[in-house]
């Protein structure tokens, strides 16, 4: 009797581990359900948050199509530690442009740093291309000229 009681308890906290895994893993994934909402959940993680295993989980395998973007990130992190300043990444609307599994998402980013009290920035146009495997993800990145 014992042994039913034990079995039946470790089945139940085996159901239950397993059931709050999944709901953990669908609450704290990132929202990867269409391109411009991936690109945005990108750019957060990887602009603003600089969240690099967080930018990880939305990027396709091969990141090498967005060292442009990475370039842009060091360079902004160089530029805060020679002058003691943060400098904070913005964007608005992304324009989608969809075709079957791939887009093409286009976005203004504002990167703006206070100078004595003053708001400095620049725009600059971006150009991300996602394709959708088992999600969206972000495969390439490239500053629109």
């Given at each position: 009797m014992l042994t039913i009681?034990?079995?039946?308890?470790?089945?139940?906290?085996l159901?239950?581990?397993s059931v709050?895994?999944?709901?953990?893993d669908r609450y704290t994934s990132p929202d990867q359900s269409a391109p411009d909402i991936t690109v945005n959940n990108y750019l957060q993680a990887?602009?603003?948050d600089r969240n690099d295993v967080r930018a990880q989980a939305l990027a396709c395998d091969d990141t090498s199509k967005m060292a442009e973007l990475a370039a842009l990130r060091a360079d902004l992190i160089e530029r805060?530690?020679?002058f003691q300043n943060t400098f904070r990444v913005k964007w608005g609307k992304l324009d989608v442009r969809e075709q079957g599994d791939r887009a093409e998402v286009l976005v203004d980013l504002t990167i703006g740093v206070s100078v004595n009290r003053v708001i400095q920035g620049d725009?600059?146009?971006?150009?991300?291309?996602?394709e959708r495997h088992d999600k969206w993800?972000?495969?390439?990145?490239?500053?629109?000229?």
């Open positions: 009681v034990v079995s039946v308890v470790a089945v139940l906290c159901g239950g581990t709050a895994y999944v709901l953990y990887y602009m603003s805060e530690n020679r725009r600059q146009s971006w150009r991300f291309v996602t993800r972000v495969c390439e990145a490239s500053r629109v000229k």
